[in-house]
């Protein structure tokens, strides 16, 4: 595990040790990936600064959060022992949406709080709630996002019966980039998985960069129940970085339905906000 450090001097004392957990995780760009290992531990005038500080690459970006709907959420237990939050948010706004954060308050049969452990360090503490970000990096408006958050149990201080989920996110002053899916094909292989195949388009005035495919396996009554992604690859298996407005490329991913209740997949896209 990477030390738990300040980024650019900013005093950081409630970051969480251990990588994020979800797309985001996979973030090609250095400098993105530590900004959004940080993000969730800054409140809006940290955030605000960085901004500032790290001027062109955010230059987009308004200097405040705002809330975002969550449509829903399920939560689950595993036989393994693992905690499964998985959810959808909406942007109800005009603008895209950036860097949208995911804020899980577990609670007992009472309703009372149950906190979490830090990822490392017996002497870390423990905290309040539990945080992930949105699968899509950019949520375009009236669109929606999934999310997913994977707990083990073991670092659960009390029983959980149900949990409270919050969102929030930073309004884009611009959103050039953008993309779409055609051709989408979904098949069932095997007793459990979902093969996700079809052609992602950048559709924008700006690069889509680092181009992402997000599948969303939905129940019956259409509440996201389990979440899939990929990068896309070119022929030859090698990543593709970015693509051009107007360019395309294919996906050919697995999606895993280990609740057994997924009746129905959608196909997101994703590009880097930059």
Known sequence: MRPCRPFLAFPISLCEEGPIVGPLSGSR???????????????????????????????????????????????????????????????????PLCFVQIDITYLDDKGNPVGVDRFTAKDAGTMAMDQVMADRDVIPPGETSSFSRVRDMSKIKGTVASC?????????????????????????????FHRVRGTFTATGKARCKNPRAIAVGYDKSGQAQVVSGSYLRDNSGKDINQLEPGQSASFNFLLNDDTGKVETVKVFTSCECE
């Open 164 to 192: 409270k989920v919050t969102a929030k996110g930073m309004r884009l002053r611009d959103g050039a980039m953008g993309a779409t899916t055609s051709n989408v094909q979904v098949a069932k292989e095997g007793q459990s």
């Open 29 to 95: 760009t250095p400098l993105v990936r530590e900004v959004l290992r940080y993000l969730p531990c800054m409140k809006t005038l940290q955030i605000a600064a960085l901004a500032v500080v790290m001027g062109p690459m955010f230059s987009l970006w308004a200097q405040s959060e705002a809330p975002v709907e969550v449509i829903s959420h399920t939560l689950r237990q595993s036989s393994t022992g693992s905690l499964y939050v998985v959810g959808e948010v909406r942007n109800t706004y005009k603008e």
